[in-house]
Nanobody
């Protein structure tokens, strides 16, 4: 069983920054991957960033490269998404996700957090 608890969403002005956090519990973290998805109204859920728990392999969707950074704190079983230079089009519900497999494959992720709203005002 994998349990995810996320936090850090809120309202921020364009150009601002926000950091999302997700704490994970699992039987083992071998081959574990964690990522962040987002879903805006009327759009499909998309994988924004992913990271392997063991190793240093990351994935970013093109639209967030250079602005978002995914990182992990293994001792805390926590993954972060640092979001800088936020734009109104980043507005969405952001979901922490986890699974066993490749961090850049959407179908890796089959465990989900509750979602947190990120709203970027113009």
């Amino acid at each position: 069983q994998v349990q995810l608890v996320e936090s850090g969403g809120g309202l921020v002005q364009a150009g601002g920054s926000l950091r999302l956090s997700c704490a994970a519990s699992a039987r083992t973290f071998g081959s574990f991957a964690m990522g962040w998805f987002r879903q805006a109204p009327g759009k499909e859920r998309e994988l924004v960033a992913g990271i392997k728990w063991i190793g240093d392999s990351t994935y970013y969707e093109d639209s967030v490269k250079g602005r978002f950074t995914i990182s992990r704190a293994n001792a805390k079983n926590t993954v972060y998404l640092q979001m800088n230079s936020l734009k109104p089009e980043d507005t969405a519900v952001y979901y922490c996700a986890a699974g066993y497999g490749l961090q850049y494959m959407s179908n890796t992720y089959n465990y989900w957090g509750q979602g947190t709203q990120v709203t970027v005002s113009s």
